[in-house]
């Protein structure tokens, strides 16, 4: 190894100098960095979010609701970028914790705000009585599974992801030791898929909305850059099978776009506000509108 050898000091200061990519958007300290209000739509939910894997989760589920027929499921998403403003006094009311996806619930006489994805798809779930069975063993199992995803994800993205594709400089350790805990996760998911259709058996659940942006995405090979190379996931014959079956669902294609605002301007729907908006406010239809210079 090459890495010069690092002693910490006694007691840790921030370098913001240091953090490597989104090191400018990084900070010690919680609480909002200015005013700024949210704004709010028609609709009964309000999701503030961007089209990272855990903003996936939930425009995928509002998605499945609404193609399962739940109206009441309709939805305003608005885009918040990290570039700051998700330390904007509005956002940080709604989420604390200054991470996306945040939710506000208008549809009852008193609104009120859910975040964490994982919180945000059993209360959409349970909402709407679907994607999550009621009681019983299939709970339990598709419960598991998705508090598997929240535990597991960090390791992924904040651990391998970003010592592999983000940080300042590349650290054998580092991408060795989180190389190995990804691998070994995506072994846990290959074994339970070889058994069942599904992440928590044979029937679509929440478990998959959530394990799907995350390790779905690194099994198609879109986050990370070339880490789906490095990792050889074409490996993992039956996490394959069970990406495809799942990207391939109407509703997750869509959930996918939401709130998007990078890569083919086709597949980017930074806000949606009606279901029309897929097919007449995607960015490259917006471009395309716009004077030219």
Known sequence: ??????????????????????????????????????????????????????????????????????????????????????????????????????????????PFRVFESGAILVHLAEKFGVFLPKDGPERAETLSWLFWQMGSAPFLGGGFGHFYAYAPTKIEYAIDRYA????????????????????????????????FPWYGGLAEGVIYNDAATFLDVASYKNLQRWTKAVGDRPAVKRGRMVNRAMGDPARQLRERHDASDFETKTQDKIEAQAPKA
Do not use: C
């Open 180 to 211: 190995m805990e990804t691998k070994r996760q995506l072994d846990v998911l290959d074994r339970q898929l070889a058994n069942n259709e599904f992440i928590a058996g044979k029937d679509y659940s929440i478990a998959d909305m959530a394990i």
């Open 1 to 110: 190894m090459t890495d010069a050898p690092y002693t910490p000091p006694k007691v840790w200061t921030w370098n913001k100098e240091n953090g490597g990519a989104f090191a400018s958007t990084n900070r010690p300290t919680a609480g909002a960095t200015h005013e700024k209000e949210l704004p709010v739509g028609k609709h009964p939910f309000q999701l503030y979010s961007l089209a990272t894997p855990n903003g996936q989760k939930v425009t995928i589920a509002f998605e499945e609701l609404l193609a399962a027929g739940y109206s009441g499921a309709e939805y305003d998403a608005w885009l918040i970028k990290i570039d700051g403003n998700q330390f904007g006094s509005g956002f940080v009311d709604i989420n604390p914790n200054s991470k996306i996806p945040a939710l506000v619930d208008r549809s009852g006489a008193k």
